[in-house]
């Protein structure tokens, strides 16, 4: 059975589907979500590119970054270093093998786990971090403990997310890391018709509208992203939800997401508008409702509305950053020395220039990816002198 016929039967089941559950099926069906499949997501031979697959220059500098928050922390004798939704485990192996290599303190106190709920991605991080497995240093949350389920699935998401933050041991500092996670996880959409449902018509997926629901009222509400007519709003429970757990959970450490979002001037400016997309090999398309679990959904990240549910669990939230700020800030100090350390040719170094310039440069992700950092139980002079928030104070 398709993962299409596998909808329209629920569809036919239950009544006309929430988008975002629409969505969650599609992203994280166990067996044809499109994370879930054993298909090449990743670089040239997938569907997109994030940071570590443009060089390890971006785990090295976030290395850097968490040995400070470490120290921060006052240095103590165990960490832990949280990574959501990590993939293949590329960003994990370069920030543990830079750190054993620059941060030999930092390294022996920390243990990275990596929360990932893709079978198939499960298995290539053993590959990618097998000795690091072996050793204890970085462990995987246990099998079916996935961040990115859809309230739609009555209590999945909170269960799901409850588990892996139980998992931690109690009264060790936490540093929670997402780099685009937070743009994948189901959302609903609502427009001035109501709340988008998708029904089953003569073996078609058509599109079916309900008023909208309290919490996606109070959500837009709250942060005063209303449509207009002919407009489609994404409105992403899920993700605030997510966020309030892992908010709620640190005692004392971090929180830092990179991804592609928008902040508060960039949704005045009608930014917020519209936002989910489907990529298929690096092209854009316009039908989300093709090939369903074959091509990556995303939407914007509401930057404001995701720094405001941390201040409401009791973190302080920076003010946010590009991807450019973070990675030039922390990186100035020392020339970007971690990224042309290996470089032992002219040709090495040309390369590598270029690949950095992609992380930091309005061309590349540099501007259109913000980093939200927020902080629990840590001296506000400490975390002010963190060398990724550096054009804060400049």
């Known amino acids: 059975m398709t993962l299409r016929q596998i909808i329209e039967q629920e569809i036919r089941a239950r009544g006309p589907m929430p988008f975002s559950r629409y969505m969650h099926l599609c992203l994280y069906h166990p067996d044809l979500g499109y994370y879930s499949r054993a298909a090449e997501k990743f670089g040239k031979a997938g569907d997109f590119f994030t940071s570590s697959d443009v060089h390890a220059v971006f785990g090295r500098l976030l290395a850097r970054q968490f040995d400070e928050m470490w120290r921060a922390l006052a240095s103590p004798d165990q960490i832990e270093l949280v990574e959501l939704g990590p993939g293949r485990g590329l960003f994990a192996q370069d920030v543990l093998d830079w750190s054993e290599k620059k941060f030999p303190e930092f390294f022996r106190a ?138 709620g959970s640190i005692e004392r450490g971090f929180v830092v997401v990179v991804d592609y979002g928008y902040t508060r001037p960039e949704q005045l400016a009608g930014r917020h508008r519209g936002t989910l997309r489907a990529f298929r090999q690096h092209s854009v398309r316009a039908n989300p409702y093709e090939a369903p679990g074959e091509q990556d959904l995303t939407a914007d990240v509401n930057f404001t509305a995701l720094a ?87």
């Open 110 to 247: 920390v243990h990275y786990r990596l929360v990932e709920g893709s079978p198939d991605l499960r298995a290539r991080i053993h590959t990618t971090l097998n000795a690091r497995l072996a050793e204890g240093k970085a462990s995987l949350a246990a099998e079916g403990t996935t961040l990115g389920a859809s309230p739609a699935d009555e209590a999945v998401a909170p269960t799901s997310a409850t588990r892996a933050l139980r998992a931690l041991p109690p009264n060790i500092p936490a540093v929670f890391f997402a780099n685009e996670f937070f743009d994948a996880l189901p959302v609903d959409i609502v427009t001035t018709k109501g709340d988008l449902r998708l029904a089953e018509e003569n073996g078609r997926l058509i599109e079916h509208f309900v008023p909208a629901s309290p919490e996606a009222l109070a959500y837009l509400d709250r942060h005063s992203v209303h449509p207009e007519d002919h407009e489609r709003i994404e409105v992403p429970l899920a993700v605030q939800n997510v966020m309030a757990q892992i908010a």
């Open 308 to 394: 405001a549910t941390v201040e409401a669990a009791g973190m302080h939230a920076e003010k946010l950053l590009t991807q450019s700020q973070f990675l030039m800030g922390i990186g100035e100090a020392n020339q970007f020395a971690d990224a042309f350390e290996d470089c032992r040719l002219p040709q090495e170094r040309a390369k590598v220039a270029l690949q950095l310039k992609y992380l930091v440069t309005p061309a590349g992700m540099g501007e259109s990816f913000h980093v939200l950092v927020a902080s629990r139980g840590v001296a506000a002079d400490r975390v002010a002198g963190l060398s990724g928030l550096r054009y804060l104070r400049d």
